[in-house]
């Protein structure tokens, strides 16, 4: 079962406008939550992150909202720009064990910012 | 110079054939990882290893072995490579465990 869901695989925006990607997991052991940028022959770059105890954390234009009640994080672009356009992954980390700090990642979602 | 390299970018081998991909880091990290990406299938960790003596299973370790030969190098061997095994592969390091994970540039591996 899938524990980090991103169930948008593509998204288009006009440039200037809003982009939200949206993400969704199912353990409640998650503590902390980034997203990835990967644009086509490199790999993914990091964006932003989010610890459980807060609900927002904001970088420029771009602003990571978490609902731990809903188990949902959202990813807002502000204005969105043409070289915006990738591949985005939500990632969550757990916060027990041997595993604590090793990332679950999402199926990601294309975005495509249209000028 | 980039932080965190991976040879070869690209590979093109035979069902059963022994591979191995590289990975060398000058960030100083002490955490490494390996994942594969297929497409609509997002990252999958294979391997991690914390320092040089202690490497971990990730999700999808079968049919894959990692050696950590130093703080900076972290090697992916197929040993007996098969066509599911087709993927990109990428390598990964971080400093502490919140920290984010700074990637390489990837592999694209194709068995036939």
């Known amino acids: 079962d899938q524990q980090v869901k991103q169930n948008s695989p593509s998204l288009s925006v006009q440039e200037g406008r809003i982009s939200i990607l949206n993400c969704d997991y199912t353990?409640?052991?998650?503590?902390?939550f980034l997203w990835y940028k990967k644009y086509p022959a490199e790999g993914p770059t990091f964006l932003i992150s989010?610890?459980?105890?807060?609900d927002k954390n904001e970088d420029g234009r771009f602003t990571v909202f978490l609902n731990k009640s809903a188990k949902h994080l959202s990813l807002h672009i502000v204005p969105s720009q043409p070289g915006d356009s990738a591949v985005y992954f939500c990632?969550?980390?757990?916060?027990?064990?041997?595993?604590?700090?090793?990332?679950?990642f999402g199926k990601g979602t294309k975005l495509s910012v249209k000028p | 110079d980039a932080d965190v390299t991976q040879t070869p970018r690209n590979r093109i081998t035979k069902t059963g054939k022994r591979i191995m991909l590289e990975c060398s880091q000058t960030?100083?990290?002490?955490?490494m990882y390996w994942y594969r990406q297929d497409p609509g299938l997002g990252l999958r960790l294979i391997y991690y290893?914390?320092?040089?003596?202690?490497?971990n299973k990730g999700e999808i370790s079968d049919g894959y072995s990692v050696s950590r030969q130093a703080q900076a190098k972290f090697s992916l061997s197929l040993e007996s490579a098969i066509p599911n095994q087709t993927a990109l592969y990428f390598c990964?390091?971080?400093?502490?465990?919140?920290?984010?994970?700074?990637f390489g540039p990837g592999t694209r591996l194709t068995v036939l």
């Open positions: 353990n409640s052991m998650f503590d902390y």
């Open positions: 960030k100083g990290h002490d955490r």
């Open positions: 990632a969550a980390s757990p916060n027990y064990g041997g595993s604590q700090g090793n990332l679950i």
């Open positions: 989010i610890s459980s105890i807060k």
């Open positions: 990964a390091t971080s400093d502490l465990p919140f920290d984010e994970q700074f």
């Open positions: 290893s914390f320092d040089v003596k202690d490497i």
